[in-house]
């Protein structure tokens, strides 16, 4: 046993000295990733950072994007493992771990993606970030995606319609109106949606528009009621091992934070906004019927009141962080609402 041991070590010491000069050449960041490659997370966020990432480091450091590797619920233990380097997820797939973050997904804020990313990620970093609700990874960006739309295989005329209807949620927000409208909740990671749909699992979903085209939702989810600034944004985060930074040399560590932070979650908010428009038009061109809700009709009234008490309800939820809630969720949609003015 004691000489296997030695072996195994010696040889594995070996090893780390013959690849010692290649290593310190270039080192490849491996990226899990959970969305079909032609996702805009896939086809334009990644791809933009890790452009950043070489350039900012001269080519020490090259990003790898692998797929398939499992719930997406499950990167962030990946991550914190050590088994990738590098992913994002959902914090609704991680319910009870993440709270604040729901701060973001509130109703009624009014903005766009890039402009929520932008509102999140500072206020998570003055008020949210001593909670440690990511502990374990170091954080990269945190984003939404755009707002959550209802997307059904059949029309509803009100939101009434909902009622016992089985639709698939994601967690965090969507939770409570899901149980405000009645609706039978079914949990699924978004890959699945489509196949749910197709199969008649469920008769709809709450989702951005951008799933209309990315996911293929426009062939089974046929009936859209797009309401003014959606239902809820989505909270999600993009995150790197600690272990893997500590491993760089401090400036490549400094270039890769560099090219993160704010300036990563405008851009992936950006992104998914540009998946939203490119959802619209898709869904148009394969004939879905898209209800436009004004801010006056009958459905955006219905919402409104449905809402009532929400914000009230996540500040109390939130009391055992030991943060100012209220004031965070204030500040939030104050930069949020004056984003680019």
Do not use: C
């Amino acid at each position: 046993m004691i000489r296997r041991n030695f072996l195994k070590v010696a040889g594995a010491l070996t090893l780390g000295m013959a690849l010692s000069g290649q290593a310190s050449a270039e080192t490849v960041l491996r990226v899990g990733s959970w969305l079909p490659p032609t996702h805009p997370q896939n086809a334009v966020v990644w791809p933009t950072w890790s452009k950043w990432v070489e350039e900012a480091t001269e080519g020490r450091v090259k990003v790898k994007v692998e797929y398939g590797l499992g719930h997406p619920k499950t990167m962030f233990d990946l991550v914190e493992d050590g088994a990738i380097d590098a992913s994002f997820s959902y914090h609704g797939y991680v319910p009870g771990r993440f709270k604040l973050t729901q701060g973001i997904e509130q109703p009624l804020l009014g903005v766009n993606a890039e402009a929520a990313s932008v509102a999140h990620w500072r206020v998570h970093n003055k008020y949210f970030a001593k909670a440690e609700e990511h502990d374990g990874v170091e954080l990269l960006a945190l984003f939404t995606h755009g707002p959550g739309q209802i997307h059904m295989a059949e029309p509803i005329k009100s939101l009434a319609d909902l009622k016992s209807k089985k639709i698939r949620l994601g967690g965090g927000v969507q939770g409570e109106l899901g149980k405000r409208m009645g609706v039978t909740a079914v949990g699924a990671p978004a890959p699945k949606v489509y196949e749910m749909m197709q199969q008649g699992v469920i008769d709809g979903v709450f989702i951005p528009m951008s799933e209309q085209k990315s996911l293929r939702l426009k062939e089974v989810a046929k009936n859209v009621v797009h309401l003014p600034g959606g239902m809820y944004l989505g909270s999600f985060a993009m995150f790197i091992n600690p272990d893997f930074l500590d491993g760089l040399s401090q400036k490549d560590r400094d270039a890769v934070m560099a090219v993160s932070g704010e300036k990563l979650s405008a851009m992936a908010g950006k992104a998914w906004d540009q998946g939203d428009r490119e959802g619209v038009e898709a869904a148009k061109a394969d004939g879905v019927n898209i209800i436009e809700v004004g801010a006056d009709d009958s459905f955006a009234k219905e919402f409104r009141e449905l809402v009532e008490g929400m914000d009230e309800e996540w500040i109390e939820s939130v009391k055992s962080r030991k943060v100012d809630a209220k004031a965070a969720l204030a500040e939030m949609r104050e930069i949020a609402r004056n984003y680019g003015k």
